[in-house]
Structures are given as C-alpha cells and as structure tokens.
C-alpha cells in the first residue's frame, strides 16, 4: 500500500499527500533552479528530513529516560552542488539553552541523531555536518 499519493501542479509545483493523515504539501523548485522559491524544493524536504529524524530519535531516547527534549531548536543548511545538482552537504545546528546534566545520556542523544534513519539512507557523498550547542 502506498505511503505518499501525489499530484503535479503544473509550474514546477507538486502536491504530495500522506495518506495515513491526509496531510498535504506543496513543493515548489527553488529560484536557482527555474522555480518561484514559494514552497519547500524536493532537496529542503530532504535536509528538513535530515534533522525532523535525528530529534524524533533523540526524543524516543529521552522518552526512554523518562526525560523531554523541551527548548530544543536546529538550523539546517543546504549545501547543492551544481554539476551534477545534487546535494553535497547538509548542516545541522542544535541549539539547547537548558540541556540535561546527564553526560551519559546527552552523549547518547548525540549517538541517535547521528544514527537516525535517514542519516543512515542519505547516500555517502553527502557530507552531514551536525553542531551539537549543548
């Protein structure tokens, strides 16, 4: 059974539905590549995917301890490269002003994100940078 059933827009634009939940989104080529910049681009999507992944990760960790991921923030970045246009890096930027006192397990979250699934589907060539401000 499908996951996502999408639909193209015209414009350079699709609408992709979640068919579990019904949610839909619109995607929009970026300006550099002919597009009008007004929504996500398909590679936004995946760098967004990138860091939504580490923290559902780290909060099942800290969901385990007992603990919440309360005043967690992240930056991400996309990095493409133009020839062929492919993603070369994706940054990703954590910020936490009141993280746990708990190395152990703050060491552990760190271990998740990093080990997240889509980290691990991304293909090797694109480089995953990850800040940890904590």
């Not at 002919?34 to 860091?51: I, M, R």
């Not at 930027?93 to 006192?101: C, K, R, V, Y």
């Not at 760190?110 to 991304?122: E, G, M, Y």
């Given at each position: 059974m499908p996951t996502i059933k999408s639909a193209y827009l015209g414009n350079l634009?699709?609408?992709?539905?979640?068919?579990?939940?019904?949610?839909?989104?619109?995607?929009?080529?970026?300006?550099?590549?002919?597009?009008?910049?007004?929504?996500?681009?398909?590679?936004?999507?995946?760098?967004?995917?990138?860091?939504?992944?580490?923290?559902?990760?780290?909060?099942?960790?800290?969901?385990?301890?007992?603990?919440?991921?309360?005043?967690?923030?992240?930056?991400?970045?996309k990095v493409m490269e133009d020839s062929p246009r492919k993603i070369k890096e994706i940054i990703i930027e954590f910020n936490w002003d009141h993280p746990f006192e708990d190395e152990k397990l703050l060491q552990k979250l760190k271990n998740a994100a990093r080990t997240c699934p889509v980290a691990l589907s991304l293909a090797s060539d694109i480089k995953q940078h990850v800040i940890f401000n904590f």
């Amino acid at each position: 059974m499908p996951t996502i059933k999408s639909a193209y827009l015209g414009n350079l634009r699709t609408s992709p539905k979640h068919l579990q939940s019904g949610e839909e989104i619109i995607t929009d080529a970026p300006l550099d590549n002919n597009g009008k910049g007004e929504a996500f681009s398909p590679t936004d999507l995946v760098a967004a995917a990138l860091g939504s992944c580490m923290v559902t990760i780290m909060g099942i960790v800290a969901n385990k301890e007992g603990k919440q991921l309360e005043g967690l923030s992240w930056n991400t970045t996309k990095v493409m490269e133009d020839s062929p246009r492919k993603i070369k890096e994706i940054i990703i930027e954590f910020n936490w002003d009141h993280p746990f006192e708990d190395e152990k397990l703050l060491q552990k979250l760190k271990n998740a994100a990093r080990t997240c699934p889509v980290a691990l589907s991304l293909a090797s060539d694109i480089k995953q940078h990850v800040i940890f401000n904590f």
